[in-house]
């Protein structure tokens, strides 16, 4: 009789709990990230979040030199000379991280590959990105959510920062699904609907943004491809896009000259953002406005953050 | 106690669904060192990989657990056009039409992921597919404006036709010839030393029992005047006529990775439709391109083996096919009768005929990083067939001018369609073909390149093609060609035609060509600042000789029977009621003299070919606001470019022959003054290495990056380009073609284009209307998409109204009048350019202006495209509607104006002038579900 009871006290409070859980149609609490855009702040700043315009509280904060993992994933398709510079400044970035900066890193060709855990040991890491091949066909659009979502996962269920940070050097036309329309009827001449070919990026950046938007963790993007024609200009811009959504951040290397110098500052930036927990109000709009100022001293200091999110309990 | 605990435990099992507390949280300081938080994020980075299947040792289907909806992905769409939703065309407008018929549905779908098979594939990372289809229905109008003959002419009065500046037009009657026993040799040809006496037709009118009857059947056909746009009865008739277009195609593929290091695939590309001309009349006699059918395939295996980190190699077996067979074959088709000046004709040519091109090729890539080189070595093979039947004028070609109704010598008397009536040509042309050309010819190369590092701030690279084309093959040696170096027998003149094959003369007629292609480049940040880049490159290419369809080069094999007029002043080519008389020596005629006294074509048999060079240098600057500006001048250049036979031609008279003046209409004589008398004249079809180009642009472009939801990009080029080839007209001076450079008639001196897409900033997650309400789904997902250009016009060509140069040039240019200003204050309809500046030739000169007049241009073109895309989700999926306008503001662009000059006694009334304008808005809707 006792285990009876004991089971039905254990169902009841679990059932309960579980209830509440679900009771609670939005989370108590979410993360978002922040990065100070000049470093000239000496103490740590006060950040002051509205959402919605309401002033919120920040329940935590983890800031520079705290744990962190980043997640690297290698989208390298095309010239080799780019991939080798990508490789050499990675491995002289990683080299440098602290210990508590732990890494993992994964390939997006086929589908997402995890090609070594999060890890302490900077070593393996390197000699994992040494060993990196290329393939032809990039992922990014294909993986991003998926890294995010695990990213997100992390988050949730430990208290350290975690970042994503693409290295891709891929094209639009590269890609397995057609994003570029290609002509199927070559004699159409009276085609139009393909006057505005960068369409179906737009509609597939839209989408990826709105399937990121209840995620936390922050998405960095080093393309180290840039191009000029029009297509690869609308992926570019959406690429940019997709970052800025998630609170992270985009570059590209207009020139070999600049792989070095870009991937550096970019790790740099993951290194430097803030994770800043903030709490809910209980009646709100489950797409939420964040609104950030920070001060450092007595003076303001200029912020990028994420704007946008959306409640994941929704 | 221990119910306590469990309930306890209950509790922690229940939180973690929920997000980790405040509480549990803290801050960086007293994070800082601890391992527990990043093990145990790494360790749900375990859990969840392997869950998800990304992994190396996860089971191969894990990974569809990442949500098995997402694997696939793709969409469904249709585009809808009517001319419900579009403005008339101007066009249309302006010749009283209020319809313009269009009716158009375009679909498809793509789909892609990975291929999975029970039992058979089931890993879904190592086999992918795409497949798209899209089909096209339309109905659309084409709108044109024509001159026919008026329904007076049509019965021989042409006692109210007058000329382009008003006055009576006289026809002469070409029975009534006779030498004039005045004439003075010493003095040149005018009104007051005729050469020939003709008397006109009395009243102007042709008598109805000299009206050829071939001519009065062909003219049921024929329509009727519809409009009176003018100048006079010219633009008398107005068509806005279907088009009909039926299309579906396929793209499929599939990729297959074996291992990490091999990637296979497999693409393949079909299509098919069918295309019908719009018809100027319903019937067999309209001189528009016949119906076509037409497909295509396209197959490609590559395979892509990674070596290692550093090196790679690629394969690609490529096959493809094109096959467009025009025309029915079911019915003899229509002649063709030519009108000479602005009237339309009858018939058409090609007919009937099938082409097919097929390539295959094979290429080996193999790529690897070496220390500070890039290097790169391939080889590729192709061979191309071009299997073709093409009679050009299976029913006979017929060609009427003035000549033979006008007073011979004397300009702006006679009637092209009045020598029409009278059943006179001044020219006539039947082709005759036995059996297909089977064409082949192949191409090799190996090339390879090196991209050096030499810094950190400087590359240099090299790339180099060393190449070889063979020349043009038919499978049973059925080529032919003029060789200039034989002696002819039948004439005992240097110029006979010779057969591949035999005698002696290679089966392509010509040497392969064997080149070298190179390619220099450097990029440079100057003083080590990445955010500025100076490019420079240097490029020197050849091209090949192409395979064209068609059956150049074939005689012997097939037969061009030529007919030309004696003197096309005095007497016709053929009689056209007896019409063509079959051919006197049947084919094959591999006799050397086969080809005279036709239109021989002319193969070179040297071993030239195109040669280009072409050098850059920009320099690109990263600025504030996301903003990237570049800078750069581009030139380029080429000689021995392809050319036709309205170019140059190595059989062509000498231009100081025009001395002769009125003995040029003698053809015996004419001809005597060729290189190759015993040629009518040659026909390069296209392949003569003889142009010459030279472009140099300045262009300024800025390309800003998303922000605030805009991105834009805005170009603005500045070029000059000039040639020795390019037309519109033809050259003046085919011999000395250095005489005929002038502005590229096609090009466009500056162009402004602006692109930008703008994410409207309302709806979710943007800073306006970001509703909770009902209202959100439909405020959500909107942008905005545009596109506008404003080019300049192109150079305008002058062209005199009358050639009275004794049939020795085909294309004469204008004079250049000193000191009076072509351009005027207000170009308008009106008057867009000063006629005023520009004079007839005398007869038997050459015109002293160029052949394009670089400052004149013609009216620019601007143009203003916009797109408003709507997306809505639709749970996983989203449905994207489009709204897209072309020339969204309705905006008219001028039709070019009238260019050509007459002379003070007859000048053109229209000269300068613009008749109409053209375009209008034409909406487009679209529907996307994408998955």
């Known amino acids: 009789m006792k285990e009876v009871i004991t089971t039905f006290a254990l169902l009841l409070v679990a059932v309960v709990g579980a209830a509440g859980t679900r009771a609670q149609t939005k989370p108590s609490i979410f993360s978002i990230p922040a990065r100070l855009e000049n470093t000239s702040c000496s103490g740590n700043p006060t950040f002051k979040p509205t959402l919605n315009g309401m002033p919120v509280p920040v329940r935590a904060e983890l800031g520079p030199g705290s744990d962190q993992v980043i997640l690297i994933v290698f989208d390298i398709t095309e010239d080799l000379s780019r991939i080798d510079e990508a490789r050499q400044a990675l491995i002289a970035d990683v080299s440098k991280l602290p210990p508590n900066t732990w890494v993992g890193v994964l390939r997006s060709q086929d589908g997402l590959h995890v090609l070594a855990d999060p890890t302490p040991n900077h070593q393996k890491v390197i000699d994992v990105i040494q060993s990196l091949t290329s393939s032809g066909t990039p992922g990014l659009l294909e993986t991003v959510h998926a890294t995010l979502t695990l990213a997100d996962a992390m988050i949730r269920k430990s208290p350290v920062r975690v970042s994503v940070l693409y290295i891709t050097d891929g094209s639009i036309y590269s890609y397995r699904e057609n994003y570029t329309d290609p002509v199927i009827n070559p004699s159409d001449t009276h085609d139009l609907s393909r006057r505005f070919r960068d369409a179906l990026i737009g509609e597939k950046i839209s989408k990826l943004k709105r399937r990121i938007s209840s995620l936390e963790a922050p998405l960095f993007i080093v393309q180290l491809h840039y191009r000029q024609d029009g297509l690869d200009q609308a992926y570019q811009n959406g690429l940019e896009a997709l970052t800025k959504a998630t609170g992270g951040d985009f570059a590209m290397c207009h020139s070999l000259a600049e792989v070095p110098e870009v991937i550096s500052t970019m790790i740099d930036r993951i290194g430097t953002t803030w994770r800043l927990n903030l709490a809910v109000p209980p009646k709100i709009h489950s797409s939420l406005q964040v609104g950030l100022s920070a001060s450092c001293g007595s003076r303001d200091t200029q912020l990028a953050w994420r704007s946008h999110i959306k409640l994941k309990g929704e | 106690m221990k119910i306590l605990f469990l309930a306890l435990l209950g509790l922690i099992i229940a939180v973690p669904a929920a997000h980790s507390s405040p509480d549990t949280q803290k801050n960086s300081k007293q994070l800082s060192g601890e391992a527990a938080p990043l093990t145990r994020a790494t360790e749900e980075f375990k859990v969840l990989t392997g869950k998800w299947g990304m992994r190396p040792n996860s089971p191969p289907s894990a990974q569809k657990h990442f949500g098995p909806k997402m694997l696939w992905h793709g969409r469904v769409y249709e585009y809808f056009r009517n001319d419900s939703l579009d403005a008339i065309p101007h066009e249309v407008n302006q010749n009283g039409g209020t319809k313009s018929p269009l009716h158009r549905n375009q679909f498809g779908f793509s789909v892609s992921g990975p291929v999975i098979i029970p039992h058979l594939v089931t890993n879904p990372q190592n086999t992918f597919f795409t497949l798209s289809y899209e089909g096209v229905r339309e109905t659309i109008s084409r709108a044109s404006l024509h001159t026919i003959p008026t329904a007076a002419q049509r019965n021989g009065d042409f006692s109210k036709t007058v000329d382009q500046s008003g006055n009576p037009l006289i026809i002469y009657d070409p029975a009534t010839t006779a030498p004039n026993p005045a004439y003075d040799p010493s003095l040149p040809v005018s009104t007051s030393n005729l050469q020939y006496l003709r008397s006109p037709f009395p009243g102007n009118i042709i008598p109805s029992d000299r009206l050829e009857s071939v001519v009065q059947q062909a003219l049921r056909y024929y329509p009727f005047p519809n409009t009176d746009v003018g100048p006079f009865f010219e633009n008398n008739y107005f068509v806005n006529s279907p088009q009909y277009d039926t299309a579906d195609g396929i793209i499929a593929r599939v990729d297959q990775s074996v291992g990490n290091r091999q990637r296979l695939t497999f693409q393949t590309a079909i299509s098919n439709g069918f295309v019908s001309a719009p018809k100027y009349f319903p019937n067999l006699a309209s001189p528009t391109a016949p119906d076509q059918h037409y497909s295509r395939w396209r197959a490609e295996i590559s395979h892509v083996f990674t070596a290692t980190a550093n090196t790679v190699n690629s394969f690609h077996l490529t096959a493809e096919s094109n096959v467009v067979q025009s025309g029915t074959g079911s019915q003899t088709p229509f002649p063709i009768y030519q009108l000479a000046g602005s009237y339309l004709s009858m018939g058409t040519d090609f007919p009937n005929s099938r082409n097919a091109r097929n390539t295959v090729e094979v290429e080996d890539s193999i790529s690897t990083q070496q220390g500070k080189h890039s290097l790169q070595l391939s080889f590729q093979a192709d061979q191309y067939q071009v299997n073709s039947f093409t009679p050009q004028y299976p029913s006979g070609y017929f060609q009427f001018s003035t000549g033979l109704t006008s007073l011979p010598g004397i300009n702006n008397t006679g009637d092209p369609f009045a020598s029409f009536l009278l059943g006179l040509p001044q020219y006539a042309e039947r082709t005759v073909i036995t059996a297909p050309s089977y064409f082949r010819n192949s191409y090799q190369s190996l090339s390879g390149g ?457 000048p053109n009334i229209d000269a300068g002038r613009i008749i109409g304008s053209n375009g209008g808005r034409v909406v487009q809707l679209g529907l996307t579900l994408s998955f």
């Open chain 2, 450 to 906: 090196d991209k050096y590092h030499a810094s950190k701030n400087l590359t240099v690279s090299v790339d180099f093609n060393f190449k070889r084309h063979t020349a043009r093959v038919e499978k049973y040696n059925r080529q032919s060609t003029i060789d200039p170096a034989v002696l002819d027998p039948s004439t005992l003149k240097m110029g006979a035609l010779v057969f591949a094959g035999r005698n002696g003369i290679p089966r392509g007629l010509r040497p392969s060509s064997i080149n070298l292609d190179y390619t220099l480049g450097l990029t440079w940040n100057p003083r080590g600042d990445s955010k500025t880049g100076v490019r420079a490159s240097f490029h020197h290419w050849y091209e090949h000789m192409p395979i064209y369809n068609g059956q150049w080069g074939t005689q012997g094999f097939n037969a061009r029977q030529t007919f030309t007029s004696a003197n096309t002043q005095l007497s016709p080519a053929l009689d056209l009621e007896g019409g063509i008389p079959p051919l006197e020596t049947p084919l094959p005629d591999l006799s050397p003299s086969a080809a005279d006294n036709t239109v021989a074509d002319y193969v070179d048999m040297t071993n030239r070919v195109p040669v280009y060079r072409s050098a850059s240098l920009s320099v690109e600057r990263q600025m504030p606001f996301a903003m990237v500006v570049t800078v750069g001048t581009d030139y380029s250049a080429g000689k021995d470019l392809l050319v036709g036979s309205s170019t140059t031609s190595p059989n062509a008279i000498d231009p100081r022959y025009l001395t002769y003046r009125d003995q040029l209409y003698n053809q015996a004589f004419r001809l005597s003054l060729q290189p190759y008398p015993q040629f009518t004249a040659f026909d390069l079809y296209g392949l003569y290495p003889a142009g010459r180009y030279q472009r140099n642009a300045g262009y300024v472009q800025v390309e800003k990056r998303e922000t605030y939801g805009l991105s834009f990009t805005a170009t603005y080029e500045y070029s000059r380009q000039y040639d020795n080839y390019s037309g519109p007209y033809g050259n003046q001076d085919l011999i000395n073609l250095s005489n005929d450079w002038s502005a590229t008639p096609y090009h466009t001196p500056q162009y402004l284009q602006l692109s930008y897409i703008y994410d409207l900033p309302f709806g979710s997650g943007k800073p306006l209307l970001d509703l909770e309400s009902w209202g959100r789904p439909i405020v959500s997902g909107w942008s905005l998409s545009g596109m506008a250009y404003w080019n300049d016009g192109h150079p305008l060509a002058m062209r005199p109204e009358f050639n009275n140069t004794g049939d020795v040039l085909s294309t004469l240019y204008a004079n250049v009048v000193p000191g009076v200003d072509p351009h005027v204050s207000n170009p308008g309809p009106a008057q867009w350019f000063n006629p005023a500046a520009f004079a007839q030739p005398a007869d038997f000169t050459l015109g002293n202006g160029p052949r394009t007049i670089s400052g004149l241009l013609g009216p620019g073109q601007n143009r203003l495209d916009i797109s408003l895309d709507k997306r809505m989700p639709v749970g996983d999926t989203s449905l994207d509607f489009n709204v897209t306008a072309f020339n969204f503001l309705n905006h008219a662009n001028w039709n070019y104006p009238d260019t050509t000059i007459g002379p003070p006694s007859a």
